[in-house]
């Protein structure tokens, strides 16, 4: 039988998939960088055992997630598994002293902030042409759990879910709204945009809610909760990567043209919560305006993730996602030629 001519909207789609499986492949951080990574990890634990010896230092946030690019900065969570304690923001100067002492790494502690972290870092050097920037922080458990969250959706579908992250943290990052300190959402917020986009908004879902999926034997209030929220989900990836076969064929270009055109057009801003744990919620109580957009974190489910976005951030960003979801619209001759104005 006569195969039918493909489209031109067939065929923009089609590279522009292979485009951004391309671009992104380029991005990922060397094998090199993250043994440097590594090493650092394991040289700064080994410094803060001096001081609590019940301590160790794991990663988290991009490094851990599956959702890392090349150069991106280091989340380390200091767990202290021990009773006695000094509290963070004692342990925040006393590490602070220490690193300060014994590394060549440029040392902020900041005792005082709501979460109180030590800052290091790098400047560039031949080695290492982007130098290094690392937070510790202390006892965040919760932090640890949303990264593995992250990371069992990454792995359930990396090819378009990692795919589609990785492209738009590129993305906002180049666009210059990925600052929560000027206004704009942290890469943890557009990472949790995308996933409620393909668990909640596409049908057929391209992931399951594994917030919401049965567990497979009985679980306890106990190994359910942490700090009195609800941390359970369905983890064990091997099984649902056998298991869960999404109906969902559409390519990572269809999902991204999609992801830009629903938070440009649909998405409910001034009604609607996001949620993936529970899907649309409509906000119950009027929020003060810089929380004009909101979204839940998935375990601290009173929490708003994007509660540094000011009505401004919130009107640019909004602005980007049409911007993007027009430039994709007129299908420019070459899918190269898209990805490069996108990010521009
Ligand atoms: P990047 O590669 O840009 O550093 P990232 O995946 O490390 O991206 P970050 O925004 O740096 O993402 O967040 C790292 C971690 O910090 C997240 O996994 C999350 O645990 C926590 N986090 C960041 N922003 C928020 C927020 N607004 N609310 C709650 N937790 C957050
Ligand atoms: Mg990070």
């Given amino acids: 039988p006569q195969r039918r001519p493909q489209s031109s909207k067939q065929r923009f789609v089609q590279e522009l998939s292979q485009c951004l499986c391309d671009f992104v492949a380029q991005l990922l951080p060397t094998p090199e960088e993250l043994a440097v990574k590594e090493d650092v990890r394991k ?57 300060a002492r014994e590394t060549r790494f440029v040392i902020k502690p900041l005792p005082l902030a709501r979460i109180p972290i030590v800052k290091l870092s790098l400047p560039p050097s031949p080695g290492l042409p982007f130098g290094i920037a690392c937070d510790i922080g202390f006892e965040n458990r919760l932090a640890l759990e949303n990264t593995r969250l992250l990371f069992c959706y990454a792995m359930i579908d990396p090819a378009r879910v990692r795919t589609m992250v990785l492209f738009l943290k590129v993305w906002c990052k180049r666009r210059k709204i990925n600052s929560p300190y000027k206004g704009s959402l942290s890469s943890y917020g557009y990472v949790l945009l995308v996933i409620y986009f393909l668990v909640h908004v596409k049908n057929p879902p391209v992931l399951p809610n594994l917030q919401q999926l049965p567990p497979l034997r009985p679980i306890t209030q106990e190994e359910t909760h942490l700090n009195g929220y609800n941390i359970w989900f369905f983890d064990d990836i091997n099984l649902l990567r056998e298991r869960w076969k999404s109906k969902n064929t559409e390519t990572v270009a269809e999902l991204l043209i999609d992801f830009f055109k629903y938070y440009s057009r649909d998405f409910a801003y001034n009604t609607g919560v996001v949620s993936i744990r529970s899907g649309f919620i409509l906000k119950e109580i009027k929020l003060p305006f810089f929380s004009l957009t909101c979204e839940k974190d998935p375990f601290e489910t009173n929490f708003n993730v994007a509660r540094c976005v000011t009505r401004d951030g919130l009107y640019t960003i909004r602005g980007e996602f049409m911007r993007a979801s027009r430039i994709l619209a007129t299908r420019p001759e070459r899918a190269i030629v898209a990805l490069a104005q996108l990010c521009e």
């Fill in 43 to 99: 040289l700064l634990e080994r410094l803060i055992r001096s001081i609590e010896p019940e301590s160790r230092l794991l990663s988290f946030g991009s490094t851990a997630n599956g959702f890392s690019l090349r150069n991106s900065d280091m989340d380390l969570c200091c767990i202290i598994d021990s009773e006695e304690r000094l509290s963070a923001s004692d342990l925040v100067t006393m590490v602070g002293d220490l690193l």
